[in-house]
């Protein structure tokens, strides 16, 4: 049985992409029949709350902390790290900038075992220039030695990995998507969850996005174009549709939500937009199920696994095109992708919250497309052959 180990530096759900996308990964690889370890550290106590989740799904966890500093370290971690690999056939490597990724690098070069390096967008130049000076000296002191010398550098777009050009590594790439748990989305709940729960939403057409609030979510430009929907909704000459609103649902990363909540009072928009927090699990997909318009308008998006989660929910999305999964939506006319800027932005939402039809018509080629290309299932089972190709070279 192929022996898997994935490395990462923390499973808390409100890591939002990374943490989401492994364990529909090693859920799905679990139900393969490989032996499939996560290694995480972690920070604070709730860090290990959700190691409960990948163990229900067949995914043995091993968590080392607290871990403390920059690079999240901790006094057993080396030790735990070899004796991971030591006991793998291949190792996934998840995000770059914590001593958990190096050491399981260096540990695989040493022991000679194929290792696989995800950057969850840290590589593209927008990430890269935040922080770039602390950035650039551990690429010449680490990253680019454990880079060049994986077995492959797993990108989940051909934009992401087209963005790490400038880097000039060396190793080979593969290009693989994340995916949806089929099981979550194949039976949908019925409507009126999120509104139950925060009545104040009542019947109002929702506009959501669904996320951890951080600056790199572009959520300022979305509540601008916002701003300019309602405007066209409250002008003398618009229809009788009732007045959107805006639900931003999902972890405070930084307190950023105060600078947007700012912002909000600033447009007088107090009233029309609601904060939900995280929303796990089942809640999440009530969310979607409620939504008229979901809305990612990020500054840079690695992937997008909220866009993806929402078109398999059937719902019209508006997405940026620094989302990196945005080509593949244009290509397959499963959303609306739009220039990163408010006015963009504005007229595809105030276009998708006058048609009902036109919602409903992107809504089924979103569902049908997100069904049949991010499957868990079938994404699992290509990791396995590449699994057993690195491990017989």
């Known amino acids: 049985m192929m022996r898997v180990l994935h490395v990462i530096?923390?499973?808390?759900p409100e890591n939002g992409g990374p943490t989401s996308a492994l364990l529909g990964l090693t859920k799905a690889q679990a139900r393969l029949g490989l032996d499939v370890t996560v290694l995480a550290?972690?920070?604070?106590a709730p860090g290990r709350d959700n190691a409960d989740?990948?163990?229900?799904?067949?995914?043995?966890?091993t968590m080392v902390g607290p871990a403390r500093g920059k690079l999240s370290r901790h006094p057993d971690l080396s030790r735990v790290v070899d004796q991971h690999v030591s006991g793998a056939d291949v190792v996934h490597i998840h995000a770059l900038f914590e001593e958990i990724q190096h050491l399981a690098a260096r540990a695989c070069q040493r022991r000679c075992v194929p290792y696989l390096m995800r950057p969850c967008g840290a590589l593209d130049p927008w990430a890269w220039s935040r922080g770039r000076f602390f950035k650039s000296i551990y690429l010449a002191l680490r990253l680019r030695r454990n880079l060049n010398r994986a077995a492959f550098i797993h990108y989940t777009t051909d934009t992401e990995r087209d963005a790490s050009a400038h880097l000039g590594l060396i190793a080979p790439t593969i290009v693989e998507p994340n995916g949806v748990d089929?099981?979550?989305?194949?039976h949908l709940p019925g409507r009126g969850g999120l509104r139950k729960k925060f009545p104040i939403l009542k019947n109002r057409p929702i506009v959501l996005f669904l996320g951890r609030l951080d600056?790199?979510?572009?959520?300022?430009?979305l509540i601008e174009a916002f701003a300019g929907v309602l405007r066209v909704t409250a002008a003398p000459t618009s229809s009788d549709r009732q007045r959107p609103v805006l639900v931003l649902a999902g972890p405070d990363v930084y307190g950023y939500q105060r600078k947007l909540e700012s912002d909000i009072a600033g447009l007088q928009l107090t009233q029309d937009v609601v904060f939900t927090g995280m929303l796990p699990g089942q809640e999440r997909i009530e969310a979607l199920v409620d939504t008229d318009v979901f809305a990612m308008t990020s500054h840079v998006e690695n992937f997008?696994?909220?866009v993806v989660e929402a078109m398999a929910t059937g719902v019209a999305c508006v997405v940026s095109e620094r989302v990196n999964v945005a080509p593949a939506i244009r290509s397959a006319s499963a959303g609306v992708v739009v220039s990163h800027d408010i006015p963009s932005i504005t007229a595809a939402l105030q276009d998708l919250l006058a048609s009902d039809e036109r919602r409903a018509s992107l809504g089924t080629v979103a569902r049908a497309f997100a069904l049949a290309r991010y499957d868990w299932a079938?994404?699992?089972?290509?990791?396995?052959s590449r699994y057993y190709a690195v491990g017989d070279t």
């Open 9 to 12: 530096s923390g499973i808390d």
């Open 41 to 44: 550290t972690w920070r604070y």
């Open 53 to 61: 989740t990948f163990r229900n799904a067949g995914v043995k966890v």
């Open 182 to 186: 089929l099981d979550e989305f194949t």
């Open 215 to 221: 600056p790199k979510k572009g959520i300022e430009l």
């Open 304 to 306: 997008g696994v909220a």
């Open 378 to 384: 079938h994404i699992a089972r290509r990791w396995e």
